[in-house]
């Protein structure tokens, strides 16, 4: 594999780990590019699957963003002795 091919494949594992892509997926997306396959449908798929679960964690978060204001006066109200 010459450098460049090299340091390309290295520059994308980076992204895709970067992005949230495990190992795992980040290979099946590479053996099927190094098959002669186009990865366009698989990896797709695995954008559109972490896509989903990020919106989830943050309408998780933004939950618990909301609800601990109202917490705060709870523990500080809260009698350590009691």
């Known amino acids: 594999m010459p450098a460049s091919s090299t ?5 994308f594992i980076r992204g895709a780990q970067g992005v949230g ?24 798929a695995l954008i559109d699957h972490h896509l989903k679960d990020i919106e989830r964690r943050l309408a998780e978060l933004t939950e618990t963003r909301e609800e601990l204001p109202s917490l705060a006066p709870c523990a500080a109200a809260t009698d350590p002795a009691a």
Do not use: G
Not at 7 to 11: G, M, V, W
Not at 21 to 44: G, H, N, W
């Open 7 to 11: 340091t390309d494949r290295l520059a």
């Open 21 to 44: 892509l495990t190992l795992a997926e980040i290979r099946s997306i590479l053996v099927l590019r190094d098959s002669s396959q186009a990865p366009c449908a698989p990896a797709t």
